[in-house]
């Protein structure tokens, strides 16, 4: 079987499509609670869930994008982000989180992830951040390899113990 080219574009989210975002980072809960086993399940879907997705697409600090195949009309992933000023014990700079994406599994390895994250790069650069800060779970392997092949490096290290 011959498989459709995909024209996939990256667009700019917008009130109507929280909904979508919520049930896509629904999934990004799904597949990440295999590495952590303390996600609310529902918060995707919660008010409080919606609220900030509303919040970074409204807010002048806050990214939401979508990746979009033109051909079919479906929504392959987004990325939401948003430009802070670092901790205050650091040095005065804005860093730009990225702060959750999700690709669809049947969209993957097709270059959206990068697409979604050039974006965002692009973005961050226009907030004027000196950093880029994203956090993935240790024991995700695919998403690791995904941020070093951006040119994320290893930089803090997050140790938890359940007591």
């Known amino acids: ?89 650091r040095k005065k700079m804005i860093v730009a989180n990225l702060e959750n994406m999700f690709v669809k599994e049947e969209f993957r390895s097709r270059g959206i992830g990068t697409k979604l994250y050039n974006e965002f790069l692009k973005w961050s650069q226009e907030k004027n951040a000196n950093r880029i800060k994203v956090e993935a779970s240790a024991k995700n392997d695919l998403a690791i390899k995904f941020y070093r092949r951006q040119g994320f490096e290893d930089y803090d290290l997050v140790l938890e113990k359940e007591i």
């Open 1 to 89: 079987m011959t498989e459709l080219k995909l024209n996939i574009v990256i667009r700019t989210a917008n009130p109507k499509d929280v909904n979508e975002i919520q049930i896509l980072n629904s999934k990004l809960f799904e597949s990440d609670s295999r590495f952590d086993q303390t996600f609310q399940m529902d918060w995707p879907m919660s008010k409080e869930g919606k609220k900030y997705f509303i919040k970074r697409i409204t807010k002048d600090n806050g990214l939401a994008i979508l990746a979009v195949d033109e051909n079919s009309g479906k929504v392959a992933g987004y990325l939401i982000g948003a430009a802070c000023n670092a901790q205050s014990h």
